[in-house]
């Protein structure tokens, strides 16, 4: 795929990894739609693509609604007239123990709140952007790419039943619509990131750092934009489709 003049909608587009996505893209000369639920972060994305030439919008979404999402790539199609690439990022985490016990007693568990919070964001949000998107490529008869962000953690991380069980959700729907999407032009593909320097882990104490690091053959964190570096790969390489990249510096080997 040439990206020049292409559609590229980003969740979670405001900050971190989307924000580098979407730049990556933008720096190709693609349209970008900035999708997010904070709206400084939208606007500070969006500002800053526009300084360097790029065609942006914004909305603020919650990729958990189906109404916000129908609305918002409804509101991307009206705006450009297309949509070449829906790069699935937004996520969160609620971290917890399955059971947690101390001293041999049971002192917590994971809560069906957050279970369902993380479900909700991390993979039912990832199933409704890609179906709204692939439903609007198939309608436009251009194809597509649906990239998903989802994380070595899928593999399975201590304390992360909720987000582990999301992220390898979000690998197994790429294979699908691999597979049913095919025909109509759409490629798929999912990356999976180690420990990146997002705001959250630049925070983190030298200590900190250091212990995240060690097991990581690399010896340091991922960029944001190297993780951009694989989504602009799975669009513009025709013959991708499916496949998970690890982006995490070996971590996983």
């Given amino acids: 795929m040439q990206l020049k003049d292409k559609v590229v909608a980003v969740t979670g587009g405001g900050r971190g990894i989307g924000r580098a996505i979407a730049t990556a893209f933008a720096a190709r000369g693609a349209n970008i739609a900035l999708l997010d ?91 409704l952007c890609a179906r709204e998107a692939a439903e609007r490529m198939i309608r436009l008869g251009n194809g597509g790419a649906i990239i998903n962000i989802s994380s070595i953690s899928r593999a399975g991380n201590h304390g992360q039943t909720n987000y582990s069980a999301a992220k390898a959700g979000v690998a197994a729907m790429t ?52 993780v951009a570096h694989a989504a602009v790969f799975i669009a513009e390489n025709d013959f991708f489709t499916g496949r998970c990249l690890d982006v995490d510096g070996g971590l996983r080997l």
């Fill in 37 to 127: 639920l904070n709206p400084s972060d939208l606007e500070t994305t969006r500002v800053e693509l526009e300084a360097g030439g790029a065609r942006v919008t914004t909305g603020i979404v919650n990729v958990a609604s189906e109404e916000q999402v129908v609305d918002a790539l409804d509101g991307v199609v009206a705006t450009f007239g297309r949509l070449d690439v829906m790069v699935n990022n937004a996520g969160i985490t609620k971290d917890a123990l399955l059971v947690k016990v101390k001293d041999g007693a049971i002192v917590g568990k994971m809560s069906l709140a957050q279970w369902q919070a993380v479900i909700d964001v991390d993979l039912t949000g990832v199933f």
């Fill in 175 to 226: 294979v699908v619509w691999a597979k049913e999407l095919a025909r109509y032009g759409i490629r798929t593909g999912s990356i999976a990131p180690g420990f990146t320097r997002t705001e959250i882990l630049s925070a983190m104490t030298p200590e900190t750092l250091e212990k995240v690091t060690a097991p990581v053959p690399l010896k340091r964190l991922g960029l944001p934009e190297e």
